[in-house]
């Protein structure tokens, strides 16, 4: 792994740009850097994998801000009350997002836009396709994908978190512990500004339509969220926590170990069971801080028992008309993705190192809190 220095040169250089805005970055990249260095014992594709992931971001926060200069009038673009899925992680959500991808009024962000935000898309043509570079890498490596995915379908908005470096998404593809502490309590303000400065770019000169977002991880940082997005409505997927963590180490066990040669099944375990547990009590405290009614919220078994059903509630709460078209995607969708849905692991709980009576305290306030919030009938 280079030096921050040589990152921030190579990312000049193959840009021709030099101004990366706000400095703001410039800590979580540098954690990030030395913990890659120190801690991470990556293969070397992990080492060209992770390098070329930074300079990637740091080309494409140079570009965005040469956007921003040239077209200074995109900071007047307006990002109102959009809709956010947040969660534990292998609840739904992804399903969910696909679902809402296929409303005709709505915008989601898509994994080449999450990826590169440059050249918006107000100037490429309509026949011009681009491919998140995680999913054609996966396509050519024959790789298996732990969520539904589509050639240009909704991503997460880790990589635009990832423009700040303060993302979870590191934390999935190495071992790096003392970068995996310092987010866990960094302040995310700075990012999720950065995140809304991306979007208005990704909006600019495009039909004015309604957001639709998700990341699990905004579970942790919804006060800083909030401060970005105060007009957000929330919509939340819910699962058995047990399954979920099983679930979710089981994908960072196979991620990190494309990466490294000394995969660490404990950490990836501890890490997950101590992020979400810790993400989990923020969130409640949010919502018991008089956000209770931003709140739309949907369980696992909901969703897969009738998820146009669902997705009806949720329209219905949020006041706005579901289409037959829409209505028609969602069918089409389902059908075709049947067998891809985050399903539940294979693995059993002592393959982690893993007590699931140590666990399910940790998560009890939760657990208990579900069927008044799921409980529609």
Not at 101 to 119: V, W
Not at 160 to 178: R, W, Y
Not at 209 to 238: E, G, Q
Request: glycine share 6%; hydrophobic share 40%.
């Amino acid at each position: 792994m280079e030096e921050v220095s040589t990152l921030l040169a190579t990312a000049r250089s193959a840009t021709g740009l030099s101004d990366f805005g706000s400095d703001s970055f410039m800590e979580g990249l540098e954690i990030l850097v030395k913990a890659l260095r120190d801690e991470a014992n990556l293969n070397a594709m992990g080492d060209g994998f992770l390098q070329g992931r930074i300079v990637g971001h740091l080309k494409q926060r140079l570009q965005i801000e040469d956007w921003y200069r040239r077209h200074p009038e995109i900071d007047d673009e307006v990002i109102a009350a959009p809709l956010i899925g947040i969660s534990l992680p292998r609840t739904g959500s992804t399903a969910l997002s696909f679902l809402l991808a296929q409303d005709e009024n709505a915008r989601y962000l898509r994994s080449s836009e999450a990826s590169e935000p440059c050249p918006p898309p107000c100037t490429l043509a309509p026949t011009e396709k681009k491919i998140h570079p995680d999913i054609a890498s996966n396509m050519a490596a024959g790789q298996k994908s732990h969520v539904p995915l589509g050639d240009d379908g909704p991503a997460e908005c880790q990589d635009l978190m990832a423009l700040d470096f303060k993302s979870q998404i590191f934390l999935a593809f190495a071992q790096v512990p003392s970068y995996a502490d310092w987010l866990l309590n960094a302040d995310l303000t700075s990012t999720y500004q950065y995140q809304r400065r991306a979007l208005k770019l990704l909006q600019w000169r495009r039909p004015s339509k309604s957001w639709r977002l998700k990341c699990p991880t905004h579970l942790i940082y919804l006060n800083d969220l909030n401060k970005a997005f105060p007009d957000a409505k929330f919509v939340m997927t819910h699962r058995d926590p047990t399954d979920v963590m099983l679930s979710v180490i089981d994908v960072y066990v196979d991620i990190v170990s494309r990466f490294t040669d000394h995969t660490d099944v404990a950490y990836l375990a501890e890490l997950n069971i101590r992020q979400w547990s810790e993400g989990m009590r923020r969130a409640l405290a949010f919502r018991d801080a008089g956000n209770e009614s931003r709140f739309y919220d949907i369980h696992f078994r909901a969703m897969h028992n009738d998820p146009v059903a669902e997705v009806r509630g949720l329209y219905q709460w949020l006041g706005e008309p579901l289409s037959e078209q829409f209505e028609i995607g969602m069918k089409q969708w389902w059908q075709e993705n049947s067998e891809n849905r985050e399903p539940s692991s294979v693995k059993k709980p002592e393959d982690y190192g893993v007590n699931l009576e140590q666990l399910r305290p940790l998560f009890a306030e939760y657990v208990d809190r579900l069927p008044a919030w799921t409980n529609k009938g």
